[in-house]
């Protein structure tokens, strides 16, 4: 009965490809081989480094351009860790945001509003970030039995997440200058 529902090939390889780059992502402590038709398509250390797996991933180009986030809030129920991209790097659809609740690979639009609004002064319109964050939030605020997928999650403290999430990402964009400097030593005519 499942395979009348089946996609193409290609399609459900994508599916597979998506969801074992997010169980790397999720747990980099964990070596992950991914092979499809013999070909070893993605394959992470497991030496519990993030950048690492991301670099694993996503490649070489999107992982020099990262910056690193550690924050939490004030009464230290919300700790956010992991890694946000410059601008440069920002893309047509939500892809590449990827944030996980306790370990968990999620989607929440609280918490993708939140990351897109600390943005907002950097990319152009219809354009997204890459992130991976990781929200280690108090169990009791956090609601999965929303959607049968248990991956969107309900916050009962949601403006209190939105707030330091979109502090740790402003934050974490107006620490360094993005620009680079240049002399009229570095220009050649």
Do not use: C, W
């Not at 797996?53 to 180009?61: L, W």
């Not at 939490?72 to 860790?81: A, H, L, W």
């Not at 509003?113 to 890459?130: L, N, R, S, V």
């Amino acid at each position: 009965a499942r395979a009348k529902f089946l996609k193409t090939p290609t399609t459900e390889a994508g599916y597979i490809s998506s969801f074992i780059e997010q169980l790397a992502l999720s747990h980099p402590h964990i070596s992950f081989k991914y092979m499809q038709n013999g070909q070893t398509k993605l394959h992470t250390s497991g030496n519990n480094n993030l950048k690492e797996a991301i670099y694993q991933i996503y490649g070489r180009d999107i992982t020099r351009e990262l910056i690193e986030i550690h924050t939490k809030d004030r009464d230290e129920t919300i700790r956010i860790d992991g890694f946000i991209g410059k601008p440069v790097i920002s893309r047509g659809n939500r892809n590449f945001e990827n944030y996980f609740v306790d370990g968990r690979y999620i989607k929440s639009s609280i918490i993708s509003k939140a990351i897109e609004d600390g943005y907002k002064d950097f990319t152009m319109q219809h354009k997204y970030p890459f992130v991976v964050l990781y929200l280690d939030v108090d169990t009791e605020h956090v609601d999965v039995n929303v959607h049968p997928t248990k991956m969107d999650v309900r916050f009962n403290n949601q403006q209190e997440i939105y707030n330091t999430l979109f502090a740790a990402v402003d934050d974490g964009l107006h620490e360094r200058e993005l620009i680079p400097e240049v002399t009229l030593d570095d220009i050649k005519i």
